[in-house]
């Protein structure tokens, strides 16, 4: 026989929960109730007469009733779910110690119980077991630091409890502060956790400088436990021992049930002692030929007012055991990436086809050259209906001028407007998979930016790379158009020769200047642009050379060899400072890092040890004033260690 949930009631001071229903012997039925609550320590034992049994609204003589003891063994599971965040260092952790000990010496000999601890993350400092001394050197492993999951500990603490047995009773009593700061689950995922698992939860609540007692009172009350509260870390010695008592206070009760009349039936237990009544319900498969009976895993919980609702909710699907799964988050996320993912690729090779924009730019001008009319049939490729609307956006916000001369500078063969949409499709895959992974907004944002920001330095990085080669291959440029002059080529052979010999990025940008020298563009225009767009101070020298050779004759092959000299002592000269001033460059970059990878360390170690920076007025000045001594610094070292070319 197996079963999942339990039924549970409270009135006031006063709890009934419904551990087991044993339907093995249909139509006989035994199930364990316990009476809980500050009212029940006064009640003394109840016979017959304290208990009322209904099926589906009838009434069932109860046949007997027994109180669990020496005769009548109702063995307990009990998790200790323990908080060990910063919050409860000191005498906090001291007292739920020597609580949970008072607890454990409160076991019998037929109980289990395990000891776990949570922060932002979860142990297990010892699993289920009768022995007391191995439970109580389990405490002594309790290390309050870190912030605290209290949700995401719960999730795991459920999935912990072992497979129930016959007229056994499970609990999870709970200490903490309540202050949950870290969790990446939420207290209604916890909730419905709760409900499938059918554990009560006696929550207890220790006022320190995160308490908030909201999510430990929804808890207890939504499993049928019970929530306590206490400033005083000593106090935590008796309420242990009260609820050690109070789980051990457990009556079996024997019925008959009567012939079924539908699949399902409802149980309902109601107790009637002091003044008081308090009921619990219960819903259960009734057995078949084939089948023993299994008791439904959601069960109602009802005041004494309301009418008891049907139960019969089946047991957890292969669906609900998926999305209680720990790791069923990621792999939704990573399912959904890759979907966007594909989609994303799909929709770049429709809408944003790979252009030769070199090419093209050379075919075109090589046409205007000859002056002949387009072939018949050969059109430009238009862009795509989503590009045309990227692109008019980024005119109307003065963004595609600077974008575009970005992706040229990088040497990237793409339009402003496309770039623009990959850069949005990225933006949205990254939502969408933070919003699959429950990340918090803030970071969601933050993660954005990035996505944003990453590919323009990647652009202007690529930039910089390819402006740097061409500078350091402007003296080798020169010696090889030297060359094809001294071979009695001409000036446009040269620069062909050079198109075509030269390594990257100088070729392609020879080859440019050659297809706007054949459009039409005087070749000391078409060499500046080249020093423009490379911001090369060394090639526009031999542009100005090549200049006033035009204007007043001379030997250009002789010139440019000699600029070429100049150009290598030069950089000669620029590397042996460099490799002087390597070592103060380096001691530069290490105080800068060496305040940020300090605090970064201490901040995952000890957490609570920078708290007063962030949460006091004179932390936050201090920083302040650590950031504009920083800025000053990261300047001033600069200036040191800087030479200028």
Do not use: C
């Not at 952790?93 to 949570?118: K, N, S, Y």
């Not at 999510?215 to 309420?239: M, N």
């Not at 000299?565 to 400072?577: G, M, P, Q, S, Y």
């Amino acid at each position: 026989m197996t079963w999942a949930g339990s039924g549970s009631a409270a009135q006031a001071d006063l709890t009934l929960v419904i551990n087991s229903l044993d339907l093995s012997a249909y139509p006989k039925a035994s199930l364990t109730v316990q009476l809980g609550g500050e009212a029940a320590a006064g009640l003394g034992e109840l016979g017959k007469d304290g208990f009322t049994v209904q099926v589906d609204g009838k009434p069932v003589p109860v046949e007997a009733v027994q109180v669990a003891g020496e005769t009548v063994s109702v063995p307990t599971q009990t998790v200790l779910l323990i908080d060990e965040s910063g919050s409860m260092r000191g005498e906090a952790v001291q007292g739920a110690a020597a609580a949970a000990a008072a607890f454990l010496e409160a076991m019998r000999p037929q109980d289990r119980a395990a000891i776990q601890a949570f922060n932002e993350g979860f142990r297990t400092l010892q699993g289920f077991t009768s022995d007391r001394e191995l439970l109580k050197n389990a405490l002594a492993g309790l290390q309050p630091a870190k912030e605290t999951a209290l949700y995401d500990a719960l999730l795991k603490s459920f999935l912990a409890f072992e497979a129930p047995t016959t007229a056994q009773a499970r609990y999870l009593i709970l200490l903490s502060d309540g202050g949950d700061t870290a969790s990446a689950a939420s207290l209604e995922e916890v909730l419905a956790a709760a409900r499938a698992t059918g554990v009560p939860v006696y929550a207890i609540g220790l006022k320190t400088t995160e308490f908030d007692s909201t999510p430990l009172v929804r808890l207890a009350e939504t499993t049928g436990g019970r929530y306590l509260e206490t400033p005083d870390p000593q106090a935590l010695v008796a309420l242990y021992r009260s609820l050690a008592k109070e789980i051990h206070n457990q009556y079996l009760l024997r019925v008959t049930l009567p012939a079924a009349s539908a699949p399902t039936g409802d149980l309902t237990v109601t107790v009637a002692a002091a003044g008081r009544t308090v009921q619990a319900s219960q819903g259960f498969f009734y057995p078949t030929t084939t089948t023993s009976a299994v008791a439904t895993t959601t069960t109602t919980l009802t005041p004494v007012t309301s009418t008891p609702g049907a139960g019969g909710a089946e047991e957890p699907g292969l669906v609900s055991r998926f999305i209680r799964w720990s790791g069923s988050t990621f792999l939704i996320g990573a399912v959904v990436f890759l979907l966007v993912l594909l989609f994303a690729l799909f929709l770049s090779r429709a809408l944003l086809p790979r252009r030769d924009l070199l090419g093209e730019y050379a075919g075109a001008l090589e046409r205007r050259r000859a002056l002949g009319p387009r072939p018949e049939g050969e059109e430009e490729p238009e862009p795509g209906l989503l590009a045309r609307a990227a692109n008019r956006l980024l005119a109307l916000r003065g963004y595609q001028e600077p974008l575009q001369k970005m992706l040229d500078d990088a040497s990237l063969k793409m339009r402003a407007s496309e770039f623009a949409l990959i850069q949005l499709v990225a933006v949205v895959v990254i939502i969408i998979l933070a919003w699959s992974l429950g990340l918090p907004l803030i970071l969601t944002v933050l993660l954005a930016v990035v996505v944003i920001l990453a590919p323009l330095l990647w652009l202007s990085s690529k930039g910089n790379a390819r402006r740097k080669a061409f500078n350091d291959q402007v003296p080798n440029t020169l010696v090889l158009l030297a060359g094809s002059l001294k071979a009695g080529q001409g000036f446009e052979q040269a620069l062909a020769v050079a198109a075509r010999e030269a390594p990257e990025p100088t070729a392609s940008e020879f080859k440019r200047a050659l297809a706007e020298i054949r459009l039409g563009v005087p070749p000391e225009e078409a060499l500046r642009s080249i020093a423009d767009r490379m911001r090369s101070e060394a090639f526009d020298w031999a542009v100005m050379s090549t200049v006033i050779q035009r204007q007043v004759g001379g030997n250009l092959a002789e010139i440019y060899e000699s600029t070429a000299a100049v150009l290598r002592e030069r950089a000669k000269l620029h590397r042996t400072i460099k490799t002087l001033t390597a070592e103060g460059r380096l001691s530069a970059i290490i105080l800068i890092i060496l305040p940020f990878a300090i605090g970064g360390m201490i901040l995952i170690v000890n957490r609570s040890y920078l708290a007063p920076l962030v949460q006091t007025g004179a932390g936050l000045a201090m920083l302040g004033l650590a950031a504009v001594l920083m800025i000053v610094g990261i300047f001033w070292m600069r200036a040191i260690v800087r030479v200028d070319k």
